[in-house]
């Protein structure tokens, strides 16, 4: 079975810095998806970035970056320029290949609470 | 366009009331999921669907019963509630079964049983 990873349960950054948010994950497929979700305290899911085990190249959305590492199992998540708006608790999720029923869950981390200092 | 529209947002029940939680979404999307979040255990499938009339269990599907009448509607059922029904309740829907597709969720309804 899938399992995923966050071994930061908190984490804090100033205002304009860099964060990098760790996730691991275990799996036995070579085909895979993995996402970051923000969850603010609004409670929203909200997608962030979003990675295809079978690209190469890091994902990127804006002040969002990914740093997949296959071999590793490691698919931690950049925020640069960080803004007061991006404190929430973020979860990484890992997502089957496979098409149809259960393989369609998400596993999610248990997450990690950002705060943003200003 | 709505998206998906969880209700209610807050309830409070008393061990053994049942109750429905509403979910809906007006994206035709064909997967529909329903999820629980407890502190430090982060996101865990309850039941999910298909398509109308298809549903089957999660990870936990334990004292929860699900239909799927409409491609719209995705009521989570508690049957006999109990205390460690305690938690937050996420829907999410998403375009097809293709794993790339991102989920949609709504936002929470959030559920104490005393």
Redesign the interface.
């Known amino acids: 079975a899938q399992t995923v990873t966050q071994s930061q349960p908190e984490m804090s950054v100033q205002e304009a810095e860099t964060v990098t948010l760790s996730c691991t994950y275990d799996t036995s497929e070579s085909d895979y998806y993995l996402f970051w979700y923000k969850q603010p305290p609004s409670r929203q899911m909200i997608l962030v970035i979003r990675q295809e085990a079978y690209k190469q190249q890091n994902a990127t959305e804006n002040r969002f970056s990914v740093n997949f590492q296959k071999a590793a199992k490691s698919f931690s998540l950049k925020i640069s320029d960080s803004q007061l708006g991006d404190a929430a608790m973020y979860f990484c999720a890992y997502r089957s290949s496979w098409s149809g029923g259960a393989t369609n869950k998400l596993i999610f981390g248990t997450g990690t609470l950002l705060a943003v200092q200003p | 366009n709505a998206g998906v529209t969880q209700t209610p947002k807050f309830q409070v029940l008393k061990t053994g009331q049942s109750m429905t939680l509403q979910c809906a979404q007006d994206m035709n999307h064909e997967?529909m999921?329903w999820?629980r979040q407890d502190p430090?255990?982060?996101?865990?499938?309850i039941h999910?669907s298909?398509g109308a009339g298809i549903t089957?269990q999660?990870?936990v599907p334990n004292g929860y019963n699900v239909s799927r009448s409409t491609t719209e509607d995705f009521p989570l059922r508690l049957l006999s509630a109990a205390p460690s029904q305690t938690s937050?309740y996420?829907c999410?829907s998403?375009y097809?079964?293709?794993?790339?597709q991102?989920?949609h969720?709504g936002?929470?309804t959030?559920l104490s049983i005393l």
């Open positions: 997967y999921s999820y430090g255990m982060g996101l865990r499938l999910y298909v089957d999660g990870e937050v996420f999410a998403s097809s079964g293709l794993s790339n991102p989920q969720f936002d929470g959030r």
